[in-house]
């Protein structure tokens, strides 16, 4: 099975500055990556998928990069609604993995 | 609109059994493979197996194989996941969501969530 480890475990910044979770797999996934954002109470939301493309309706402020074991997600300018948990998801061969996530808060 | 709502939250003892459920609408839902995702409270997402309704091909992580079943009643555009003897470290919160592409042969992610379904083993 596939690992994927997620850095830094919480990440506190505040409105307006620059965000970079990271993503490591265990072996190669090639680009098959996704991020996904959760706030509390709620279902998580698609945010880049096949590692670097924007799901619909996803702002422009989020991109993603990477391939491979290594995978970045970067939130350029954060606004208050960005701060949530965030997941990576990896698809290869039918078993699909998640990350542990990444705790964004409020500095 | 694509929709996926899932039944109600389940108060339940350890030994029994359980099926919660998960509709789709709004979308052709025999075409696209459907997930399920378990949360655990304070935890992250872990994925439990999947599912294509139309002709009901099913796989599973290996760390669910054998514990729990997924199932679906293409008729009723329904995914279904059970348990037959529920423990108490089943008490999480259980996601069904669709995957982003139709007939996604390799494997996709998921872009449409259902609501969850909180599942509470106590005794």
């Known amino acids: 099975e596939i690992v994927l480890t997620q850095s830094p475990a919480t990440l506190s910044l505040s409105p307006g500055e620059r965000a970079t979770l990271s993503c490591r797999a265990s072996?190669?996934?090639?680009?098959?990556l996704a991020w996904y954002q959760q706030k509390p109470g709620q279902a998580p939301r698609l945010l880049i998928y096949d590692a670097s493309n924007r799901a619909t309706g996803i702002p422009a402020r989020f991109s993603g990069s990477g391939s491979g074991t290594d995978f970045t997600l970067t939130i350029s300018s954060l606004e208050p609604e960005d701060f949530a948990v965030y997941y990576c998801q990896q698809r290869s061969n039918w078993s699909y993995t998640f990350g542990q996530g990444t705790k964004l808060e409020i500095k | 609109e694509v929709q996926l709502v899932q039944s109600g939250a389940e108060v339940k003892k350890p030994g029994e059994s359980l099926k919660i459920s998960c509709k789709g609408s709004?979308?052709?839902?025999?075409?696209?493979?459907i997930g399920w995702v378990r949360q655990m409270p304070g935890k992250g997402l872990e994925w439990m197996g999947i599912?294509?309704?139309?002709?009901?091909?099913?796989r599973y992580s290996p760390s669910f194989q054998g514990q729990v079943t997924i199932s679906a009643d293409k008729s009723i555009s329904t995914a279904y996941l059970q348990w037959s003897s529920l423990k108490a470290s089943d008490t999480a919160m259980y996601y069904c969501a669709r995957h982003r592409l139709p007939d996604a042969d390799y494997g996709d992610y998921f872009d449409y969530w259902g609501q969850g379904t909180l599942v509470t083993v106590s005794s």
């Open positions: 072996q190669s996934v090639s680009s098959y």
């Open positions: 599912i294509y309704p139309g002709d009901s091909d099913t």
């Open positions: 709004g979308y052709s839902f025999t075409s696209y493979w």
